[in-house]
């Protein structure tokens, strides 16, 4: 790399992008989706050979870390050909982590793809283990199909996280059959904080919300609990269960403040790059990408957008509201 590193006005050094390739997705969950969603039109969306060039030269300024997500990332038609055009900046060393967040339903078809491309470890998302329950929170999945994609992904060798947002009256029973479960598979677990996103009224997130300083109290009623200094450059903490040796995260938005040590930026998949999860402000990258074919101009642009990158977002479930609320839906700017 020649080009000086993307630095923002916080002396945070960004290093990690993450890139939403499709805002289309074979499930609703109901803390993402509405069941009736309107989609992009297709000319809206960044082709597969602008997404290429948008990650090679964020990676030529000094992005390390890639990791594609949605929407379902797996659903994009043809998607395993900009996997495997990514590969050669793995091969470079470039880049040093290739790496997708799923639902996990496309992975039997894909995992041997993924691992020959260079992905090593995927993040695959599972609320609960119960088929019933499974098709009520997705609306539209089958926990079969995604049981099959994780046996598949470990198969193919990749290393599988299994994030699970912590869901009051939802999940709270699973916590311990859920930790067994990815601690007999030998797989990490997140859970992840219900955030404020794209909320239509029709589901209440305040009601939702399990606050995981509660679920962390339940865990250490049976196992204790080390915390590890290990750090992402983003919202996840972890501990290590001293009886099980097992890594648990936690993605705690709204009870902590991980903004000081925030590495990362999300581009959606029309091109617009939103500097921070929990602001409006973004950056359309699209324009200076469709104006000219050297990437000269579109540098600049995402210059010029990192030094807006803001402190910090504005979530707060304190208060009997949900305050920094954003209509933008997970599905637009990526989980
Ligand atoms: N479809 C893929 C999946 O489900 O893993 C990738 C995109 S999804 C938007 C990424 C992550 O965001 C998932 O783990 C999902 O559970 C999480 N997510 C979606 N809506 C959320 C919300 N309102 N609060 C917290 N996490 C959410
Ligand atoms: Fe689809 Fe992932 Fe959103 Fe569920 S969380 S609707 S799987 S994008």
């Known amino acids: 790399m020649t080009a000086a590193p993307l630095i923002d006005p916080f002396a945070r050094a960004i290093t990690y992008l993450r890139v939403s390739?499709?805002?289309?997705?074979?499930?609703?969950?109901?803390?993402c989706m509405s069941e009736n969603m309107t989609f992009l039109p297709k000319k809206e969306l960044l082709t597969l050979e602008e997404l290429d060039r948008m990650c090679t030269t964020f990676i030529g300024l000094g992005v390390k870390k890639l990791r594609i997500t949605g929407g379902e990332p797996l659903v994009r038609r043809d998607i395993m050909t900009f996997f495997q055009r990514m590969s050669r900046h793995l091969d470079s060393g470039a880049?040093?982590?290739?790496?997708?967040?799923?639902?996990?339903?496309?992975?039997?078809?894909?995992?041997?793809?993924?691992?020959?491309?260079?992905?090593?470890?995927?993040?695959?998302?599972?609320?609960?283990?119960?088929?019933?329950?499974?098709?009520?929170?997705?609306?539209w999945g089958r926990l079969k199909q995604v049981?099959?994609?994780?046996?598949?992904?470990?198969?193919?060798?990749?290393q599988v996280k299994i994030n699970a947002v912590a869901l009051k009256g939802f999940n709270e029973d699973e916590l311990f059959t859920l930790q067994d479960w990815c601690a007999s598979r030998d797989m990490g677990l997140t859970f992840i904080?219900?955030?404020?996103?794209?909320?239509?009224?029709?589901?209440?997130?305040?009601?939702?919300?399990?606050?995981?300083?509660?679920?962390?109290?339940?865990?250490?009623?049976r196992f204790t609990l080390v915390d590890l200094s290990e750090r992402t450059g983003g919202p996840a903490r972890y501990v290590q269960l001293a009886e099980t040796g097992q890594k648990i995260g936690f993605i705690t938005p709204l009870t902590h403040n991980f903004c000081e040590s925030c590495n990362r930026v999300r581009l959606t998949c029309t091109g617009e790059l939103y500097m921070c999860l929990g602001q409006e402000d973004m950056a359309d990258l699209r324009a200076p990408l469709r104006?000219?074919?050297?990437?000269?101009?579109?540098?600049?642009?995402?210059?010029?957008?990192?030094?807006?990158?803001?402190?910090?977002?504005?979530?707060?479930?304190?208060?009997?509201?949900?305050?920094?609320?954003?209509t933008r839906h997970m599905s637009h700017t990526g989980g």
């Open 21 to 31: 390739v499709t805002d289309r997705c074979d499930f609703r969950c109901v803390y």
């Open 95 to 139: 880049l040093q982590e290739l790496t997708l967040t799923t639902n996990g339903s496309q992975l039997a078809r894909f995992a041997d793809d993924l691992f020959a491309a260079g992905v090593r470890r995927v993040n695959i998302s599972l609320d609960t283990l119960d088929d019933a329950k499974f098709a009520e929170i997705t609306r």
């Open 147 to 158: 049981l099959e994609g994780i046996d598949a992904a470990q198969a193919a060798g990749l």
């Open 193 to 221: 904080e219900v955030m404020p996103m794209g909320d239509l009224g029709n589901e209440n997130r305040l009601t939702q919300y399990w606050s995981l300083k509660d679920l962390r109290a339940r865990l250490a009623e």
């Open 291 to 326: 104006a000219s074919g050297d990437d000269a101009q579109l540098a600049q642009a995402i210059r010029a957008a990192i030094a807006r990158k803001p402190k910090g977002h504005d979530f707060d479930y304190s208060r009997a509201t949900v305050d920094g609320q954003m």
